[in-house]
């Protein structure tokens, strides 16, 4: 194929391919010229021009097929257009020549229609260039067309059409005889040619005046013709040609004088007229109405109707949404005219009536729901109000005149019926849509939305009854504050009018959907409604006996309302069980015997009563087993099924009763039967075995009535057949946007699909899947349907004895009828069967014995070969799940023989279209049938019948077919691969386009086709890479196709590959493809772009977006296609915009996931422009929102200022991008910014710091950083938190609290010390603002709570009276919940109210933690600060005054807070309390919550309790438990505090406690919640939870009482500990970790304490009494044995060892051993493991404190080991000196060991130090490993351990000669480093070692230390030091040795002073030297002349005995002293002089 990558065709290669390949190569070599050309030199072009046309037009003879024609037209137009036109004429003539030719053959067809082809793209490109010739051409044609068949009138439409558009207006002299000849073409009995020829007619209209003046009644009677028998692509392209041509004849303006005098302006009463009368009379056209009456036909042919309705919605799309808005009432008025009675034609059926009222529907749906936006959506709901008030009025002066001439008015009221169903349903949907937006409109008093709607309950007619039900329902789902209100209202209307029939139905329907209404209600209703509605169901169910003439609506509303109860779910239901299930039992029968007597009594009416009551029953009953399975409990299913047996009893007798009555009981007997069926199909069929007999006989006749006369296929079929074969039945059954009017074309002409009179107990159910209203089906049909149902589950468990009996009357039932009966039999016996093989192969049961198989096989085949292609697809996969449940392959094998043979023998299109796809089927369930001869076999049969060109149908059944054994035959498929692509390419490049559905199948193959290929694409052989472009030429191919369908299949085959080889897929021009196709007509189209684009951005984001870009700049033709706007806000505004049109579900979401993944991977880089889109969107509900309702009366005067002007907008901005995007949008747009902000998190810091960002931005401007947009960000936060949207108000309030969060600690370059949100207090207090108004819905209230305490925590604004705004709003919502759940409104669940007072109590947890943790941190820094300095404290006043006013702010209401908050621990307790304790919880529930709602107010607790744990236990250690006597509280608060009784039941408890008791309960309500949160967190529980209850028990153990308890009750404190070292073993965190350790650390510290007092009270007691008989106190008594699981001790070491080991596996004894841990490497812990190990080891040194000597003998060791293990491990030299914080932990941990009392304890003495000296081994043993390891190991740090052990131990540990001796070494060699900084510390250790007050230990080392100090003293005369370092040792050597001589005995002292004088003046320069010395010489200079002077005076003797001795000596310390004083003198004139360098470097950690 490379070979075809040419400017000229390479015959050479062309010319030695097959026939075949031939074709492809030419495809392949024009679709790169295609390329190729617009970007090839002009020259390069001129210079092969010749030969190329040649090559060209000499295709055009070679018969090309369709898609090659088009290629070859589109070359030689491009050719002509950029090179040479001088030979074009021969060109056409060529083409024109071609097309005359007298050849009819059908091998000459394909030249002809390629001349056709070719002369309308060169006429398209080249236009008017082309002078006058077109007359002749067109000419031609149109003669060609008058015998050509359906292909060529087919593509000289087309062609007529790219002529017509290339000429534009030159073209007026043909205009009328092409429109001549389009119009035969519009009625053509071709689809395709119809398609053509609309499409040509509209491009006509664009200069033909007349089509849309003189002539537009004839246009529109010709399109009216068209609809007739047309399918859904004909109904699309007309009505789009209807709808313009009227919109033109509306919008046109007459200019020019020339044109016609009788030109005349066409009104819209007119238009509409037109469009009316085709709606209404179809296409007999105006005059020839009599014409129905010779036909004997009355209603219009619906496929007329249903395009009408499509041209409607065109029409206005044309004109758009502003003339919408204009003209709506014009147009409303017209369109409900339609249904009114004016035509009663129209609505003479039923029918009839239900098909026009859902046209009506649709067009009001799609034009305002659709085209406006929110603003003219509620304008259009007064309007639709007002229609619906004028209406009321007709009704009520009709029903008041019922003296006069009632016939008249009766008929009047049913005629509004229609239009008032239309209009309340379309004012509901528009509500609906709305959501909380709408709620202006209804509080608007002058429109009365509610009162129109509740007036029309009461209308004589059922359906508008049912239908305002379901618009309230509408307006309770889009405003869950109206629910209790209606609920309420209509309650009372139904027992204030029980004697209205109308109004007892019209209410309890109204009650019903309001019911139905709640689950969709995010806040549901108070509990106590369901007992008020229970109530009055009971009531109308009693008294529906008292009057007859109305006991049938009395005795349906009453288990109407039962039913509809029962939805919301087991918390409300189980309160009523026992009522209901006493009514249950009353309505049957209680025996046979009381059924007999019933049938003997009674007449019709009674009858009727009784048969709607049980109905009724029965739907209430399946309503409780389907919304309340958790309460069907064995008992109640027992009691469920005691009537059972009676009902089933009734329905045997159902036909009896019938015939007895008369026809009257026809649809109650019905309802009776079907409600019967829901009901058993939803009980478990074990429960009613003994009826099985009985039901099963009933089944069976209902499936076979002959009667039956409707077929109902159409809605029982499609569930049952696979979803990818309903492809094969065309687009009826396909999701399209026009399924809601379509699907009555597909029901036929019995039915006009469902509606809610039908069944009003459907009116509180789920709705189905995409539809608005619920539509059930006549009872006759939901008969079948239901029976079929439950047959499937029946049939599944009946014996398998039984099942042959059952099978064999279906069958024979089916024999017995004849024609379209026996078709509707078999119909419905198929789908029961099939029904019932998806059981068995659910629950994997087997069919039976050999006869049933048999039979079961007869009654598929015979379907197979049905004549409706939807029973054939159906039987196909019957017989492919009855192979399925056989599961027996012979069988199997046996069934495909059966099709093979048949398919070999059969000639019909039916039998051959079934068999194929039963072959492709039986794959399907079987996984392929393992043997290769079968699959070649099928695959052999399918291939012929592929190629049979004589019928379209076959072939697509049979590509279809083989398509499905492609992908389920897996890898046995891969020998046929390249047959079947060869294959697949050739049908693709010859098969006509009008064949759309074989192209479909053909694109489905090659999709199978790339997916079993799969990665294998990606491969560079020649034969992949063959493979690879056949499939890129088959999706080219497909792209060119003009069916969208087909364009979808080569979509998803682009992303197929593009899935699999990326590299070979062209992206450019697949994303250019999917930006034309963003905004098809197709629905599947459409889906499938976003689907491929949701695909390509995971991968590509960036260079899609770039080439959609791209894309639209290059494009020279205007390209936009409608509604797109890509070249100004990108392919994401695009889709942002589509989203915001688009209303199919799934669409939806894949827009919203395509987006997200655009927006993770290039929001950092395209920054503003993401930010702008969201912007723009959300800057609708600005414009939309007059002055958001802040009401600032509250606020001082200065406060309304800067609030107003935060709200006033520039409101005169340009045109937005998005006009009026819904609500649903913006909220996703507020959820992208959410996005935005957490990948710029993680993007970098520079987002969040302006400084840097400014920095950076200025180095490059091209950078863009969040912080600079922060203005927006705020900016956006408010729109969306101010909105009427209370969902946008969410995610406005969630946006606001993100960027509170993230940007709080943001410093303001310019103003330092403060905040850069600081300027935003403003904005951010008036989003809060609103959401505490009291109208506002809770959930939005709490989130506002969250936002209040994150920004007063965040610290951003520092000045009291500025927080008090915010602080004034958690005071209010403190308030209310101060006035306790009793004043609660009555509006929402309970629930909702726990879950606001929750939200609240948390905000000022939050609040109150943050003011008492900023008051400590400014504690500890003012301590600080004092130690420092005091110049400091000034500055300290201020920052305080903020803290503790936050403090303050709190304090005023922390006596009502800490109540509240206990309150609501005691909840949270009861609430976390196991099941089985259920029965001790308080019966009227807790504080917050009450017992009904238990459930519900559940996770509102596990959400706040952490925050408010903490909050409390901060106020108890805050006021250190001791309590304040409320009374005496009272007087100190500014508010009155919540009655006393809130946390205390009075009843339970004496009427006193003591502080004592009081204290006690809080401690243990605190533990006890920890421990069990502790104990088990949930894997999902979060971190902050986690860290707050560790926060809250280390407040707790803060203050001295709590940690007497826990230090007094050991258990406690064990179990606690066990508890702390599960948590540290599941959770990683180091936060929670360090935080487990404090806790730790404070239960030691309480132990201590109590040990220390218990000790010191029994000193006390015993003082008199002998030292040796005081008790041992402490763990390990006298014993030293500890417990495990009882001793506190051995639950910390545990712990620790837990940290340490985990931290340091070396530290295992266990692992040491192993050969893993020995290679000895040291660790450098991460800073949070160093920090655990340093705090675990502060915890070890505490332990012995709180053992008895003997015990802490025994834990001795073990804290040796670790301690020094940790030591050993880490000490590692670090870079600077500085010890490892574990180091220093370890020494620190090693001096409180060994300085510990234990070790001078009488009884533990001799052991300690036994143990003591064998750790000092330990130490000393570190040097003599390995002799590798001794770089790495620090001397300093065991230096500094050996000297720790020589200070803090008692001397008789160090002092036996060979310890000592050892240590002494050390410090020997350590002396001789070259390292100086290992110098310096060690001299320094020496120094504190020398001063040891006890000789014996310090002498030794003196004695072998010091005369080496001195000599390396000595040497440095020498070398003076370099650095330094070195001049460090030097002076810390000196200072060593200073101090010896302070220590020495009198006697050596002088020795020692002689020894160290000379060396001091050694160091001494004379003034010349002292210029040019170095640093360091200087230095030392000036600390030696320092030195002499202080020791001269001090011995003053040796000093001068030595100066006389030395003359030299003399000279040079005079000199010294004498430049001292004169630099003095200069310095002092100058200023202070600076301090000695020495002081500053100290041991970072003095140890000793």
Not at 63 to 76: E, F, H, W
Not at 794 to 812: G, I, K, P
Not at 1468 to 1491: I, K, N, R, V
Not at 1503 to 1531: K, M, Q, R
Request: with cysteine.
């Amino acid at each position: 194929m490379e070979l075809a990558h040419s400017l000229l065709l390479n015959e050479e290669a062309y010319n030695q391919l097959g026939e075949f390949q031939k074709a492809e190569f030419i495809f392949e070599w024009l679709q790169f010229l295609e390329k190729l050309l617009p970007v090839t030199s002009k020259a390069d072009i001129r210079e092969n021009q010749k030969k190329l046309v040649e090559q060209l037009t000499s295709l055009l003879n070679n018969s090309p097929g369709p898609p090659t024609r088009r290629l070859v037209a589109k070359n030689l137009a491009v050719l002509y257009s950029t090179g040479d036109t001088f030979s074009v004429y021969q060109t056409i003539d060529k083409c024109n020549e071609l097309i005359r030719s007298k050849d009819d053959s059908p091998s000459y067809l394909p030249t002809k229609l390629a001349a056709v082809v070719c002369l309308g793209y060169l006429y398209k490109k080249l236009g008017r260039i082309l002078g006058n010739s077109f007359t002749d051409t067109v000419g031609n044609v149109l003669k060609a067309m008058k015998n050509a068949e359906s292909q060529g009138r087919y593509e000289i439409m087309l062609s007529l059409q790219n002529i017509l558009n290339g000429l534009g207006a030159a073209a007026i002299p043909c205009h009328r005889d092409i429109y001549k000849a389009a119009r035969s073409c519009l009625t053509d009995r071709s689809m395709a040619v119809r398609c053509a020829a609309a499409k040509c007619l509209l491009e006509l209209q664009n200069e033909a005046v007349f089509m849309w003046s003189t002539d537009l009644d004839s246009v529109v009677t010709l399109c009216f013709k068209s609809f007739e028998g047309s399918n859904y692509d004909v109904r699309l392209a007309v009505s789009k040609l209807l709808g313009m041509v009227l919109a033109r004849a509306l919008t046109s303006k007459q200019t020019t004088a020339s044109t016609r005098h009788n030109f005349r302006r066409i009104s819209l009463e007119e238009v509409m007229e037109l469009l009316g009368t085709g709606f209404l009379r179809g296409s007999c056209g105006f005059l020839r109405a009599s014409g129905d009456i010779l036909k004997g036909t009355s209603s219009v042919s619906r496929d007329v109707r249903v395009g009408v309705t499509q041209a409607y919605v065109v029409f206005v799309s044309t004109l758009g949404a502003r003339w919408l808005e204009r003209n709506f009432s014009a147009f409303l008025s017209h369109i409900l005219d339609l249904v009114s009675q004016s035509h009663p034609k129209a609505i003479q059926s039923q029918m009839d009536a239900i098909g026009c009222r859902r046209c009506v529907s649709f067009i009001l749906r799609a034009t305002v729901g659709g085209l406006l936006g929110e603003k003219a959506q509620i304008a259009a709901a007064k309007e639709i109000c007002q229609a619906i008030w004028k209406l009321k009025k007709v009704v009520d002066a009709a029903m008041s005149d019922s003296n006069l001439e009632t016939r008249i008015s009766t008929t009047d009221v049913t005629a509004s019926q229609h239009v008032l169903v239309c209009a309340l349903q379309e004012l509901g949907s528009l509500i609906h849509g709305l959501g909380t937006t709408a709620a202006p409109l209804l509080q608007d008093s002058s429109t009365g939305v509610l009162e129109a709607v509740i007036s029309v309950i009461l209308h004589p007619s059922i359906s508008v009854r049912l239908t305002a039900a379901w618009c309230l329902r509408c307006i309770a789902v889009a405003l869950p504050s109206y629910v209790s209100l209606l609920l309420d209202r209509c309650i009372e209307r139904l027992s204030a009018l029980k004697s209205s029939p109308e109004a007892v139905t019209g209410y309890s329907f109204a009650v019903a959907a309001l019911l139905g209404a709640v689950k969709h209600s995010p806040l549901g209703i108070p509990h106590g409604k369901g007992k008020v509605i229970m109530t009055v169901a009971e009531d109308l169910l009693c008294s529906a006996s008292q009057n007859s003439r109305i006991s049938l609506q009395r005795t349906q509303a009453g288990w109407l309302l039962i039913a509809a109860l029962m939805t919301l779910g087991p918390a409300v239901v189980q309160h009523h069980l026992p009522r209901m299930l006493l009514l249950w039992k009353c309505i049957f029968p209680s025996s046979p015997k009381d059924l007999e007597t019933e049938k003997t009594r009674g007449d019709s009416f009674t009858w009727q009563v009784t048969l709607e009551g049980r109905a009724g029953a029965l739907c209430a009953i399946k309503s409780f087993v389907s919304h309340c399975a958790g309460l069907l409990t064995d008992e109640v299913v027992q009691r469920l099924l005691l009537p059972l047996p009676s009902a089933v009893d009734l329905l045997t007798q159902l036909s009896s009763i019938y015939k007895s009555y008369g026809n009257s009981l026809k649809t109650s007997s019905t309802v009776f039967r079907h409600k019967l069926y829901e009901l058993l199909a939803v009980l478990p069929p074990k429960t009613y075995e003994g009826s099985f007999c009985a039901v099963l006989k009933e089944l069976v006749a209902d499936l076979t009535v002959p009667d039956s006369q409707i077929d109902a296929s159409t809605f029982l079929l499609p569930p049952l057949c696979h979803e990818n074969d309903l492809l094969l039945l065309g687009p009826l059954l396909q999701e399209t946007d026009h399924r809601f009017i379509e699907e009555q074309l597909l029901l036929g002409n019995s039915i006009a699909g469902g509606s809610l009179e039908y069944d009003p107990y459907s009116i509180y159910e789920k709705v189905a899947k995409g539809d608005s209203v619920p539509k059930p089906l006549p009872p006759g049909l939901s008969v079948i349907s239901a029976a079929t149902r439950l047959f499937g589950v029946m049939f599944s468990h009946v014996a398998e004895s039984h099942r042959l009996q059952v099978l064999e009357q279906l069958l024979n039932s089916i024999k017995q009828t004849k024609g379209s009966r026996q078709q509707i039999v078999q119909l419905n016996v198929v789908s029961a069967f099939s029904t019932s093989l998806k059981h068995l192969a659910n629950c994997k049961g087997s069919l039976g014995p050999e006869e049933v198989r048999r039979s079961a096989l007869t009654l598929v085949m015979g379907a197979l070969e049905s004549n409706n292609p939807l029973l054939r697809c159906a039987a196909a996969e019957c017989l492919a799940r009855l192979a399925q449940v056989v599961s027996d392959s012979a069988f199997t094998a046996g069934l495909a023989q059966v099709s093979f043979d048949k398919l070999k023998s059969a000639r019909d299109v039916v039998s051959r279209t079934g068999h194929s796809l039963a072959l492709g089927c039986l794959y399907r369930y079987l996984g392929g049938i393992g043997s290769t001869q079968h699959l070649n076999a099928c695959v052999g049969i399918l291939y012929t019948l592929s190629q049979d060109s004589t019928s379209p149908d076959v072939q697509a059944w049979a590509l279809h077919s083989l398509s499905l054994i492609v992908d389920l035959a897996g890898p046995l498929y891969h020998v046929h691969v390249e047959p079947t692509l060869s294959l697949v390419l050739m049908l693709l490049l010859t098969v006509p386009p009008a064949y759309a559905e074989v192209h479909q199948s053909l694109g489905r193959c090659l999709n199978a086709l790339i997916t079993t290929l799969g990665p294998e694409l990606q491969g560079s052989s020649t034969t992949v890479s063959a493979l690879r472009t056949s499939c890129l030429l088959g999706c080219a191919v497909m792209q060119d196709n003009p069916d969208c369908l087909v364009q979808a299949q080569a979509i998803s085959c682009l992303q197929q590959l593009h899935m699999f080889a990326p590299r070979h897929v062209n992206l450019s021009s697949l994303v250019s493809s999917l930006c034309v196709n963003l905004c098809s007509s197709y629905l599947l189209l459409r889906r499938a772009v976003v689907a491929c684009l949701r695909q390509l951005v995971q991968r590509e984001a960036a260079e899609v977006s770039e080439y959609a870009v791209a894309l639209v700049k290059e494009s020279r033709e205007d390209f936009t296609p409608a509604g797109v706007n890509i070249r100004e806000i990108g392919l994401e505004g695009a889709l942002l915009g589509l989203l915001d049109k688009e209303l199919d579900q799934r669409l939806c979401q894949d827009i919203k996931e395509t987006l997200t993944h655009m927006l993770t991977s290039m929001a950092v880089e395209k920054l503003s422009f993401w930010l702008k889109l969201c912007k723009d969107v959300l800057a609708a509900s600005a414009d939309f929102n007059t002055v958001a309702s802040v009401d600032t009366t509250q606020e001082e005067e200065t406060a309304k200022v800067d609030d107003a002007s935060v709200l006033t907008s520039d409101s005169d901005e340009r045109f937005h991008p998005f006009s009026n995007p819904r609500w649903s949008t913006r909220v996703f747009a507020a959820e992208c910014v959410c996005k935005i902000i957490s990948q710029c998190e993680n993007a970098g810091s520079a987002h969040f710091d302006i400084t840097l960002a400014q920095e950076r931005k200025q180095r490059d401007s091209r950078d863009d950083f969040l912080v600079l947009h922060l203005a927006d960000l705020i900016r956006m936060a408010f729109m969306a938190a101010t909105d009427h949207s209370d969902q946008l108000r969410l995610s406005g309030l969630q946006t606001l609290l993100i960027v509170v969060r993230k940007f709080a600690a943001v410093p303001e370059p310019e103003f330092p010390g403060h905040v850069i949100l600081e300027q935003y207090q403003a904005n951010v207090g008036a989003a809060l603002r609103p959401a505490f108004a009291p109208e506002t819905p809770p959930d939005v209230t709490a989130k506002a709570c969250q936002v209040c305490s994150a920004w007063i925590a965040s610290g951003v604004v520092s000045d009291l009276n500025d927080l008090r705004r915010v602080h004034q709003l958690l005071v209010s919502s403190l308030v209310k919940v101060q006035a306790g759940k009793e004043a609660q409104s009555q509006q929402y669940s309970e629930s909702t109210s726990t879950m606001e007072i929750l939200a609240v109590l948390k905000a000022w947890a939050e609040v109150y933690i943050v003011a008492v943790e900023k008051q400590k941190n400014q504690r500890d820094a003012h301590n600080h600060c004092l130690k420092i300095a005091n110049p400091a404290e000034e500055s300290y006043r201020d920052v305080t005054s903020s803290a503790s006013g936050l403090l303050d702010l709190v304090q005023a209401d922390l006596g009502t807070l800490s109540k509240l908050w206990l309150a609501a621990l005691q909840d949270f307790a009861l609430l976390t309390l196991p099941s089985e304790y259920a029965s001790q919880l308080p019966a009227e529930g807790g504080t917050f919550y009450t017992a009904e709602t238990i459930e519900n107010a559940r996770p509102h607790y596990y959400h706040s309790w952490a925050l408010i744990l903490y909050a409390t236990a901060l106020w108890l250690t805050s006021t250190g438990f001791i309590v304040v006597d409320p009374d005496e509280g009272v007087n100190n608060l500014s508010r009155p505090v919540t009655p006393t009784t809130m946390c205390q039941d009075s009843s339970t408890r004496p009427l006193v406690k003591s502080p004592e008791d009081v204290n006690t309960d809080r401690f243990h309500l605190i533990l006890g919640i920890s421990v069990e949160f502790l104990c088990s967190p949930r894997s999902d529980a979060a971190m902050e939870n986690i860290i707050a209850c560790l926060r809250a028990l280390q407040a707790l153990f803060d203050v001295p009482w709590p940690r007497s308890k826990i230090g007094g009750d050991q258990e406690l404190g064990v179990e606690l500990l066990n508890v702390l070292h599960r948590l540290i073993l599941t959770r990683e965190s180091p936060d929670i970790q360090l935080a487990a350790l404090e806790v730790v650390r404070l239960i030691l510290f309480a132990s201590q304490e109590h040990v220390k007092e218990k000790r010191r009270s029994a000193e006390v007691d015993d003082g008199a009494a002998e030292k040796e008989t005081l008790p041992e106190f402490g763990e390990g008594k006298d014993t030293g044995g500890l417990v495990p699981g009882k001793s506190l001790v051995f639950a910390t070491l545990e712990l620790c060892v837990c940290i340490l080991v985990r931290q340091l596996p070396q530290l295992n004894p266990k692992l040491t051993c192993s050969p893993a841990v020995q290679s000895g490497k040291h660790l450098l812990l991460s800073e949070d493991g160093s920090r655990l190990v340093a705090a675990a080891l502060v915890i070890l040194s505490d332990v012995p404190a709180i053992c008895s000597p003997e015990g802490s003998v025994s834990v001795l060791p073990t804290i040796l080991y670790l301690i020094i293990g940790v030591l050993k491990q880490t000490a590692v030299k670090l870079r600077d000196g500085q010890l490892p914080l574990t180091v220093a932990a370890s020494l620190q941990a090693l001096k409180g060991l060994l300085s510990s009392p234990m070790a001078r304890a009488e009884k533990s003495r001799t052991a300690w130090t036994d143990l003591l000296r064998s750790a000092l081994v330990t130490v000393l043993d570190c040097w003599d490993q390995v002799d590798g390891l001794l770089q790495e190991l620090d001397e300093v740090s065991l230096l500094t351990a050996i000297t720790v052990f020589v200070m803090s131990t008692s001397p008789e540990v160090t002092t036996i000669e060979c310890l000592q001796k050892r240590c002494i070494e050390k410090f020997k060699v350590t002396l001789d480093s070259k390292d100086s900084l290992v110098q310096y510390k060690c001299y320094q250790l020496l120094h504190s070692i020398f001063q040891h007050p006890n000789k014996t230990v310090s002498y030794p080392y003196i004695h072998s230390l010091a005369p080496s100090i001195v000599r390396k003293l000595q040497e440095t005369e020498k070398a003076k030091p370099e650095n330094a370092a070195e001049l460090q040792v030097i002076q810390e050597g000196i200072k060593v040795v200073t101090a010896l001589t302070a220590t020495a005995e009198e006697e050596h002292r002088a020795h020692l002073v002689a020894c160290l004088l000379p060396i001091l003046i050694s160091f001494l320069l004379d003034e010349n030297a002292l210029v040019s010395a170095t640093n360091s010489a200087k230095n030392l200079h000036e600390f030696a002349l320092q030195n002499l002077m202080q020791i001269g005076p001090q011995y003053s003797s040796v000093f001068k005995k030595l100066m006389a001795s030395s003359p030299t000596m003399k000279a040079r310390l005079e000199s010294a002293v004498k430049g001292n004083q004169e630099s003095i003198k200069v310095k002092t004139a100058k200023h202070a002089k600076n301090p000695g360098k020495s002081s500053s470097i100290q041991l970072k950690t003095n140890f000793l």
